[in-house]
């Protein structure tokens, strides 16, 4: 027999698995062979390490559960990475840098040209009171104000200038109401027949703005009629 | 018998009535008490007055002085002029402190350069030949306003019920308003007369242009509002009448 074929025999020679005339021969080689010797000398060790050793200590308990718990970790890993980090989607458009120039020089151009146009609008030269001005007159810089709640409309300055005047003709009534009593007659009477035109106007002004809120004129007149009353009420309140 | 004894007591009740016809005679003429003051005036002078009720006529004249007169209803009134920095102050309410004095009716002669500014609760108001910067006449309430031979840059004329009549002539740059809340307003002006105006007469929508009607005019607000442009419209007119007419007349 020669190193090969013992080498090869040496794994079944170990388990006891050759016949007796075969052992023989490789107990003979090995006798007389140093390098076969060494190398079945290895192979028993390790074959000793692995008899010598239970089989419990080489297979952990409840391993199918392990394994089932690993499998879950790694399953929830890989979903947590897809929710988190969706892979990314092709763009349907592509522009080359030439095209997102020009883009970006559009826009500056537009933004431009929308700041120019909003600041000389604010800036035209505004002759009347804003109260009594109308949404026709208004710029479009303070009707986009208006509409985002910065700046009161024409109409909303209209009724809170109605209330103050309404607050100053019941100051000035109230006082005319204690002087009236020393008036003569003619002077009473002139008076009440103004009051009563004044009343008219206002009344039939503040019908007109119920029914249509947009009507500037009729705006303008009741502002001016109740001026002219709270004017009558205090010129009188003197006598 | 009967007629014998009424005919002394008929007598005696004539003669009462003639007694108490001269003795109210004699109380009315003296209840009309008098002012007269006369006041020098310069070159910028004006004249600042304001009544209570009465009737309040103002003329230019050429001289350099201001004459006012006034007749009183009630002999308690008092009038009490003052003169400070060229501007002559009559108040009848200030002087009065508030009493009812019944009708003060003034006529007062100012230069024709003066400026007029009178004002009154009730009561007219004239104003005739005054060339001045400034005529201003307000009423509180009731009265009408006369402005004629007026050449002046700013004029405001303002009543509660009453007609406003202007005669004059438009200043360049000039500015007039002309306000009322029922009545009739009529404006006498030469045709050659340059201003931008807004007229507004919202209830009767009743505004006569006449010869000053042209392609400049603008109809708004379904015919409440009239505004337009003659010639190169350097003065600016603004007439507003509430609840009554407004006419343009060529001088």
């Known amino acids: 027999m020669n190193c090969d074929e013992c080498k090869g025999l040496i794994s079944q020679f170990l388990d006891n698995e050759l016949e007796e005339t075969q052992a023989a021969s490789i107990r003979t080689h090995l006798a007389m062979c140093g390098d076969c010797a060494i190398v079945c000398e290895d192979f028993a060790s390790i074959l000793d390490i692995c008899t010598g050793e239970s089989a419990d200590e080489l297979v952990p308990a409840h391993s199918k559960a392990m394994w089932c718990r690993i499998n879950n970790i790694i399953e929830n890993e890989i979903k947590a990475e897809q929710t988190v980090a969706p892979p990314p989607q092709k763009r349907f458009w592509q522009l080359s840098f030439g095209q997102l120039a020009t883009a970006l020089g559009c826009i500056a151009i537009v933004s431009s040209l929308a700041t120019f146009v909003a600041i000389r609008s604010y800036f035209v030269p505004q002759t009347d009171d804003f109260t009594t001005r109308s949404a026709a007159t208004q710029t479009t810089f303070e009707k986009v104000l208006s509409k985002v709640g910065l700046m009161e409309t024409p109409q909303q300055a209209r009724d809170r200038r109605h209330k103050e005047q309404q607050a100053a003709i019941e100051y000035w009534n109230a006082r005319v109401q204690t002087r009236r009593i020393q008036w003569d007659r003619a002077t009473r009477e002139a008076f009440d027949r103004n009051l009563q035109v004044i009343d008219e106007s206002v009344s039939e002004y503040t019908t007109i703005l119920n029914q249509d809120p947009e009507d500037e004129l009729s705006g303008e007149m009741l502002d001016t009629v109740l001026s002219d009353k709270m004017n009558l009420l205090r010129d009188f309140s003197d006598l | ?251």
């Open chain 2, 1 to 251: 018998m009967i007629f014998g004894s009424k005919t002394p007591s008929s007598k005696t009740t004539m003669l009462l009535c003639v007694v108490f016809f001269f003795a109210l005679f004699a109380d009315e003429v003296a209840a009309q008490k008098k002012f007269a003051r006369t006041y020098p005036a310069g070159q910028n002078v004006r004249l600042s007055l304001t009544n209570r009720t009465g009737t309040v006529t103002v003329e230019g004249w050429n001289r350099q002085e201001i004459s006012i007169s006034a007749s009183m209803e009630a002999p308690a009134a008092t009038i009490v002029p003052q003169s400070l920095s060229g501007t002559i102050f009559v108040n009848v309410l200030k002087d009065n402190q508030g009493k009812d004095v019944g009708n003060v009716n003034f006529l007062i002669r100012v230069p024709y350069n003066a400026m007029v500014d009178i004002e009154t609760r009730i009561g007219n108001l004239i104003v005739s030949n005054v060339r001045s910067g400034l005529v201003r006449a307000h009423i509180s309430s009731e009265g009408d306003i006369t402005l004629t031979n007026i050449l002046a840059k700013n004029v405001s004329a303002e009543n509660g019920i009453g007609d406003i009549f202007f005669d004059g002539e438009i200043q360049e740059s000039g500015n007039y308003r002309f306000s009322s809340m029922k009545g009739n307003i009529n404006l006498r002006i030469p045709f050659t007369s340059s201003f931008r105006f807004v007229a507004t007469a919202p209830s009767t929508r009743s505004i006569s242009l006449g010869a000053f009607a042209n392609s400049e005019t603008n109809y708004l607000g379904d015919g409440r509002r009239v505004i337009g442009k003659t010639g190169d419209g350097s003065a600016t007119l603004t007439v507003t009448n509430q609840r009554g007419t407004i006419g343009f007349l060529r001088r």
